[in-house]
């Protein structure tokens, strides 16, 4: 049987005052028309599948879209909430999804209630399905548990998710496919260099020891860089779908496409989404910006780096108007040369003070005119606060 893993879409996110819905809908296009063209008999997504509990209503639509859309070419989908997911919300809407093949977990529970799913697929294969979607540090460890010892607190959670996944594989049968689904940050996993937070710190980690070797495919979320974890074991993440920041230029962006049966090693795939634009990273004078521009001022999201020898206050105007699309200026001056301070004694006035600023900021003592206005301010605004 055939399955896709995807992970991380964070639909609707706004970055940088852009919200991306039309890259967003150009790679579910692309990733529908691969599971209608290869069969494609399940999707797991791990989580994240919007970037925040209130989604505007267009990052819904297009997700909506997309499960019908797959639904109606046959495959089945099992999608586990994320942080950035609002977990009753997609429980809400798991009823009505159920009618496009789309089964939903929004909050963790036992297999005996729900946790686990059985899926039979139209290549005659079962699939027996251990679902964990994110369970935050303080739905395992408590405020007591915190307030004591922190090692211990974490090594609970650790022990905790462990318990979740032996419950989750519990049903796991030998002549089914059997997999595993958890949105976590696993321990030995590597982050991109991302300028965006993941919300579980390094020491809140799963280890990979607690990982079902009876699992013929692990899908995981949560970390954007798409990556083998586990050592031996089958574990995956699928990393986001597009580049969400400039932390992950020249990150690739795939999606797993697992080929399994019953009993035997699963064959992995990764393959390119489609319809995401690339960030790409520029350091370039403003003339050689100029003959830069026809060739990238279209087709990528840009961060422009311009050597300058002294402060422009108009470089971000000048950037932008040579290349609509950047999205974040920066300059680079000169170091600055170790400036002189003044120490002044206990006690000394506050133009006095503002002298020494000046002359720490531009190597120059203030003019007569600028000192006496400087006094003029300060001994109305005395008065104001009397």
């Known amino acids: 049987m055939k399955i896709v893993h995807t992970s991380d879409w964070h ?18 296009d692309h990733l529908a028309d691969f599971v209608e063209r290869e069969a494609v008999d399940l999707i797991l997504h791990t989580g994240d599948l919007f970037d925040s509990r209130n989604p505007p209503a267009e990052a819904e639509r297009l997700v909506n879209e997309f499960f019908v ?3 109606i070419a046959g495959a089945h989908m099992v999608v586990i909430a994320g942080n950035h997911d609002d977990p009753q919300r997609l429980d809400a809407r798991a009823m009505l999804a159920e009618y496009a093949n789309v089964q939903i977990l929004g909050r963790p529970r036992s297999a005996q209630m729900g946790g686990h799913r059985i899926i039979g697929t139209r290549s005659g294969e079962k699939v027996v399905v251990g679902a964990l979607p994110f369970a935050s540090a303080g739905a395992w460890v408590s405020a007591l548990d915190l307030a004591g010892d922190e090692a ?50 390094e020491d ?43 932390g992950e230029v020249g990150q690739e962006k795939t999606f797993v496409v697992v080929d399994a049966k019953p ?33 990238r001022r279209s087709g990528c999201w840009l961060r422009v780096t311009v050597p300058l020898a002294e402060k422009d206050p108009d470089i971000n ?48 003592e203030p003019e007569p005119g600028v000192v006496e206005a400087f006094q003029k301010l300060h001994a109305s605004a005395s008065e104001s606060e009397t």
Do not use: C
């Open 152 to 201: 211990s607190a974490r090594s609970k959670y650790a022990r905790m998710f462990q318990r979740a996944v032996q419950n989750l594989s519990q049903p796991f049968e030998t002549d089914a496919v059997n997999l595993l689904m958890a949105h976590t940050h696993l321990e030995g996993a590597a982050f991109g260099e991302s300028e965006r937070r993941v919300h579980i710190g």
């Open 263 to 295: 009993g035997r090693p699963a064959q992995i795939e990764h393959i390119k989404y489609e319809g995401g634009l690339p960030l790409v990273d520029i350091r370039a004078s403003l003339d050689d910006l100029g003959a830069l521009a026809d060739e």
């Open 204 to 246: 809140w980690a799963a280890t990979a020891q607690t990982l079902p070797t009876s699992a013929n495919y692990i899908a995981l979320g949560h970390i954007h860089k798409p990556q083998k974890v586990g050592g031996t074991l089958p574990a995956y993440y699928a990393g986001a779908s597009l580049q969400m920041d400039f």
């Open 69 to 71: 859309r797959v639904g």
């Open 11 to 28: 639909v609707g996110r706004r970055w940088k005052g852009i919200l991306r819905l039309d890259e967003m809908e150009a790679v579910l």
């Open 317 to 364: 105007r000048k950037v932008r108007d040579l290349l609509p699309n950047t999205l974040v200026v920066k300059v680079d001056l000169p170091e600055a040369e170790q400036r002189q301070t003044i120490r002044l004694a206990e006690g000394a006035s506050p133009a006095e003070h503002y002298e020494a600023f000046h002359w720490h900021e531009h190597q120059t």
